[in-house]
């Protein structure tokens, strides 16, 4: 187990250096905006920059600024589990902002935004796979969602919107046009290493039904319905666990079948929709 959450560490680590690099050697540079709250401290560092006079407050020290409050918003609302692994990312993110230098190794807009965003992309991408997130946009739309029983990709929407509209206030309207093609880049490299789809159905084919259940309920609120099933060349009777979950919630549900059933047959797959009640409770 210490090994296991040592790797999982290990990679929040790697995802947040990837994320600083895109940063400091392409988007910071080029004045093209990341998502989320990392974006929100790109546009405060740049107001404070450019209107008051005040660089001495970086990027980095702005964006765990702005994490304070949502970690601890986080811990009660959310997953504590989670909001420790996301403030890990945050927190090795701010450290290697301010390790690393400045450095802009083009002066095409463009290259700027793609590179910066696809290697931001596999940064978040593989903190997604590990069980944590960037912090702060992710963790406020997931409070949000669960007050108002709204999708979370429509608060992710909302703020990444305002990101882009003050790009293009704050510089040119043209750095609007590539922070919108930074974050599309971003968004299709997390395509490719993790489910970016809000919700998803698993369903797990196993012979210890009861362990597997309590596990899982012991982990996520989340109701599970358990139907019967027949190896057909085993002949044997299993049963199969079908859920709902949302993709922030998929790196537990794995680590709990690997650590209750590792045999467990699991398929998992995109959900375009629900029509019922998806929450069990608070």
């Known amino acids: 187990m210490f090994i296991f959450e040592a790797k999982r560490i290990f990679i929040v680590i790697i995802g947040a250096l990837l994320n600083a690099l895109a940063l400091n050697f392409f988007l910071i540079g080029a004045d093209v905006y990341a998502s989320g709250f990392t974006g929100m401290a790109q546009l405060l560092s740049t107001v404070f920059s450019d209107y008051f006079g005040i660089d001495f407050i970086s990027t980095g020290i702005l964006l765990l600024l702005l994490n304070i409050p949502v970690a601890i918003l986080g811990w009660f609302k959310v997953g504590r589990y989670f909001t420790i692994y996301s403030f890990i990312s945050v927190a090795c993110t701010t450290l290697f902002l301010e390790i690393i230098p400045v450095i802009s190794f083009s002066s095409d807009i463009m290259l700027n935004a793609v590179f910066g965003g696809v290697i931001g992309g596999i940064g978040i991408g593989i903190s997604l796979k590990w069980g944590a997130s960037t912090g702060g946009s992710d963790i406020v739309a997931m409070v949000l969602s669960r007050m108002k029983d709204r999708p979370i990709g429509s608060y992710l929407m909302i ?31 997390i395509d490719t290493l993790h489910t970016r789809h809000e919700k ?26 358990i139907l019967p099933a027949r190896g057909a060349y085993s002949k044997e009777e299993k049963s199969m666990l079908v859920l709902v979950i949302t993709r922030y919630e998929l790196y537990d549900l794995e680590r709990i079948i690997h650590e209750v059933d590792p045999h467990a047959f699991t398929n998992v797959v995109q959900t375009t929709g629900i029509f019922g009640f998806f929450r069990k409770g608070e």
């Open 159 to 189: 703020i990444n919107g305002f990101i882009i509209v003050l790009a293009g206030y704050l510089n040119e309207p043209e750095n609007a046009l590539y922070t919108l093609l930074a974050l599309y880049v971003t968004t299709r490299v």
């Open 200 to 225: 998803v159905t698993a369903m797990i084919v196993t012979k210890k039904t009861d362990e597997l259940q309590q596990a899982i309920h012991d982990t996520m609120v989340r109701g599970i319905t």
